[in-house]
């Protein structure tokens, strides 16, 4: 079976280059990795390789996934892929895509979930006032994406700007205040820094209706990935010759799934 799905991995090696192709000519989109245990031939041990994930919006009328196998998490890996693309590349905090967002023709935007989920751990933790009121006006921020889910990008764009804009800038106040009255070790304080840190990133979305506000779009994406580790026949992929030709199925089975529509 495995031979099977290496030889069909191979047939579909046009349909997924085509898939990357249509996913880079957007000027959006998402970017992310996630960890499988590739397997030693011989050794019968496995070590970390990395599946690394591009996807286009939600914002866009054909939406579709592309999975890259790759041995490492290195940022070399998306360097390679992008490396003639130029857009607004939404991402988290990791530092392998830190020279891809050094480039004048790529714009960094980050993950206000990945803010709130901090936020909201140290909330959790200590049972910070401060954390508290952060994640609210974040949920506020939240509120106004449902609400404008069905707008067009000008719309979004329009609409961010009346309602979204005054209530990231009261965040940003309320953060920049607290994080003074807080020692460095605090948990909420190292939240706070984060948020802070990453604002620009964070906040790009008011600026540009076609950018989403966090990247839960690729993240349930991955989540098949991550819930078929739990699995035996799931847990690795066998060698690395093999782990392309998975990766070319996955992807073009993805975008094949319910015809070519898919969340």
Same mark, same amino acid.
């Given at each position: 079976?495995?031979?099977?799905?290496?030889?069909?991995?191979?047939?579909?090696?046009?349909?997924?280059?085509?898939?990357?192709?249509?996913?880079?000519?957007?000027?959006?989109?998402?970017?992310?990795?996630?960890?499988?245990?590739?397997?030693?031939?011989?050794?019968?041990?496995?070590?970390?390789?990395?599946?690394?994930?591009?996807?286009?919006?939600?914002?866009?009328?054909?939406?579709?996934?592309?999975?890259?196998?790759?041995?490492?998490?290195?940022?070399?890996?998306?360097?390679?892929?992008?490396?003639?693309?130029?857009?607004?590349?939404?991402?988290?905090?990791?530092? !392998?895509?830190?020279? $891809?967002?050094?480039? %004048?023709?790529?714009?960094?935007?980050?993950?206000? =979930?990945?803010? #709130? *989920?901090?936020?909201?751990?140290?909330?959790?933790?200590?049972?910070?006032?401060?954390?508290?009121?952060?994640?609210?006006?974040?949920?506020?921020?939240?509120?106004?994406?449902?609400?404008?889910?069905?707008?067009?990008?000008?719309?979004?764009?329009?609409?961010?700007?009346?309602?979204?804009?005054?209530?990231?800038?009261?965040?940003?106040?309320?953060?920049?205040?607290?994080?003074?009255?807080?020692?460095?070790?605090d948990a909420t304080a190292k939240a706070i820094d984060y948020s802070l840190g990453r604002w620009s990133a964070l906040t790009?979305?008011?600026?540009? !209706?076609?950018?989403? $506000?966090?990247?839960? %779009?690729?993240?349930?994406?991955?989540?098949?990935? =991550?819930?078929? #580790? *739990?699995?035996?026949?799931?847990?690795?992929?066998?060698?690395?010759?093999?782990?392309?030709?998975?990766?070319?199925?996955?992807?073009?089975?993805?975008?094949?799934?319910?015809?070519?529509?898919?969340?």
């Amino acid at each position: 079976m495995a031979q099977w799905v290496g030889i069909c991995g191979v047939r579909l090696q046009p349909l997924a280059r085509a898939l990357r192709e249509f996913i880079l000519a957007h000027r959006v989109v998402h970017a992310d990795e996630t960890p499988v245990s590739l397997l030693s031939p011989g050794k019968g041990k496995t070590h970390r390789a990395y599946v690394w994930v591009y996807r286009t919006t939600d914002f866009v009328e054909q939406r579709a996934v592309w999975f890259d196998f790759c041995a490492s998490r290195g940022g070399e890996h998306p360097r390679r892929v992008l490396k003639d693309w130029r857009g607004t590349l939404v991402t988290d905090d990791y530092c !392998g895509y830190d020279r $891809i967002h050094a480039r %004048a023709d790529v714009i960094e935007a980050g993950c206000m =979930a990945h803010a #709130r *989920r901090k936020l909201f751990e140290a909330y959790k933790l200590n049972g910070s006032l401060i954390a508290k009121q952060a994640v609210e006006l974040i949920g506020k921020l939240y509120e106004i994406e449902r609400a404008i889910k069905g707008h067009d990008c000008a719309g979004r764009h329009r609409q961010r700007q009346q309602h979204a804009r005054p209530i990231a800038d009261e965040l940003h106040r309320w953060l920049t205040e607290q994080r003074q009255r807080l020692t460095k070790a605090d948990a909420t304080a190292k939240a706070i820094d984060y948020s802070l840190g990453r604002w620009s990133a964070l906040t790009r979305y008011l600026d540009d !209706g076609e950018v989403p $506000i966090d990247q839960n %779009a690729v993240e349930n994406a991955i989540r098949p990935l =991550a819930l078929g #580790r *739990r699995y035996a026949n799931c847990r690795f992929m066998r060698t690395r010759r093999r782990s392309p030709c998975a990766r070319r199925g996955v992807s073009t089975l993805r975008r094949c799934w319910r015809g070519l529509d898919f969340a």
